[in-house]
């Protein structure tokens, strides 16, 4: 008789999952040798061997309004993948973030027996608490990224891990600043700015164009400057085609390049404009100075002020436990106001050494999570092993 291959599910349905899917696939793989990969991801995923059923940039969007507008398409690509799951029993499911799509894939899996792993808490200690109910029904372990996650869902319950963030755990980019340079045709000899409007369309969208309105009016402050745009790898051409145009319209005579990775901007940047979300951590861990931006429809945010719990909107300032990293959210998210709050971080002085200290505190706290010396990453497999059943290692 032939042994059943062992099959593993991931599901990742946005630009930072995405990146967390590639490096747990790439250590499962070291420890599964032979298993099969399916599930949701992104195409650099599907590059190491992974069995696309559906793909994440089909169904990356956020906010209670985007959400809904496109619930029947995410919905359908929910079915394809609750096909996908009780036609192939995969042997356990690892759900990175994303909870719209992956709590429901979590109550398919309890109902077929297969033991389910969350990787990356969805923030239910912000907002949407009445979650806890279906993590505590259909997850068997939840793992988390930040600290003080851990004793939110033990005292609910749930079994928990702190095992660090993975970003954490790079370091910094090995390419040189004058490679850099020459790869996108910049100036060396200037001083950059980081522009990170987001990793979703929507997000583009709603962000980019006041952050380049905040950019032009840096530049006639500080005309020794030149800008920084990554466009997340998740993005579709005819999305990336609509950052473009956003940058050709409102970005008309600035001078922005387009880049692919987004760590070597910040790592390379004075100090950055970045969209509340995984950025800021980035950001946060390669010590860049920044400032928060963000904006949605009118009704998400109207709702969210309702429902939101936590002091801060920015990850930094909730691990810091204080307003560390500037917030300009909604309305208070202006060309004006960006400058006035980054510009005395580009230069030398108190308001820079105070943010660079403050975020290399927060940058400790982030690499305290992973047991016995290693990586998130490395902690997340061998938990994935052990609930197979297989010997670690």
Avoid at 174 to 200: H, Y
Wanted: net charge positive; aromatic share 6%; charged share 25%.
């Amino acid at each position: 008789m032939t042994a059943k291959t062992l099959t593993i599910f991931l599901s990742a349905g946005e630009a930072s999952g995405e990146h967390y899917g590639v490096l747990l696939l790439e250590e499962l793989r070291s420890r599964c040798p032979g298993a099969r990969f399916m599930g949701m991801g992104g195409e650099r995923m599907e590059a190491l061997g992974f069995e696309r059923v559906v793909r994440s940039e089909d169904v990356a969007v956020m906010g209670i309004t985007e959400v809904i507008r496109h619930m029947p398409r995410i919905y359908g690509e929910y079915l394809k993948l609750k096909r996908a799951v009780q036609e192939r029993r995969p042997d356990v499911a690892v759900l990175i973030d994303f909870p719209d799509v992956n709590l429901r894939l979590a109550e398919e899996f309890k109902r077929l027996g297969i033991p389910v792993i969350f990787f990356v808490s969805p923030q239910l200690w912000a907002w949407k608490k009445g979650r806890i109910k279906r993590v505590q029904r259909f997850v068997d372990r939840m793992l988390v990224i930040f600290p003080f996650e851990e004793p939110f869902y033990r005292e609910r319950g749930v079994a928990a891990d702190y095992v660090g963030h993975p970003l954490a755990d790079l370091g910094l980019p090995s390419i040189s600043r004058e490679t850099f340079a020459a790869e996108n045709d910049l100036n060396s000899a200037k001083m950059w700015v980081g522009l990170l409007p987001g990793s979703r369309a929507k997000e583009i969208r709603l962000n980019l164009p006041e952050i380049l309105r905040g950019a032009r009016l840096l530049l006639e402050r500080l005309r020794d400057l030149e800008f920084v745009l990554p466009l997340a790898s998740t993005l579709t051409l005819e999305q990336r085609d609509k950052a473009r145009e956003i940058l050709a319209m409102d970005g008309a005579g600035l001078p922005v390049k387009l880049v692919s990775d987004a760590r070597a901007a910040l790592h390379f940047s004075r100090g950055s404009i970045v969209a509340s979300g995984t950025a800021t951590v980035e950001a946060a861990l390669i010590g860049n100075p920044f400032v928060v931006v963000y904006r949605v429809s009118p009704v998400t945010y109207a709702i969210a002020k309702r429902v939101v719990t936590v002091p801060h909107v920015a990850m930094v300032n909730l691990v810091a436990d204080r307003r560390l990293v500037p917030e300009l959210i909604q309305d208070d998210f202006t060309g004006e106001s960006i400058v006035q709050h980054l510009q005395p971080l580009l230069a030398d002085g108190k308001p820079r050494s105070e943010m660079m200290l403050g975020l290399r505190q927060v940058a400790e706290r982030f690499h305290s999570g992973a047991a016995q010396g290693e990586t998130a990453i490395a902690t997340v497999a061998k938990i994935v092993v052990e609930t197979l059943g297989l010997a670690a290692g």
